[in-house]
């Protein structure tokens, strides 16, 4: 995550969600009496694998619109930090 939004910060911020359905679902699974067997493994990694491509998709949605935006209006995110104050 790090590497593909080049920063730190927005890297980590990326990961976050992605540790909520792992957490959820081994926590589920734990609570449950589920064992982990080769199949409930490879069901876990594709439901996990799905929240990580979505969450790539909208973090590069998101990047792509905030350069139009910036460009487009150069002054917005100087009004929009000035009425967060």
């Known amino acids: 995550m790090f590497i593909l939004f080049l920063s730190v910060k927005v890297g980590a911020i990326a990961i976050l969600p992605n540790l909520f359905p792992i957490v959820v679902n081994f926590g589920i699974m734990g609570w449950l009496g589920i064992e982990l067997s080769m199949a409930t493994s490879l ?3 594709i439901a996990i694998g799905l929240a990580v491509a979505g969450l790539v998709a909208t973090g ?8 139009v ?7 917005f995110f ?5 009425v967060q104050r």
């Open 78 to 82: 100087e009004d929009l930090q000035a």
């Open 60 to 67: 590069d949605t998101y990047l792509s619109q905030a350069e």
């Open 69 to 75: 935006v910036r460009y487009s209006y150069p002054g």
């Open 43 to 45: 069901i876990a990694s």
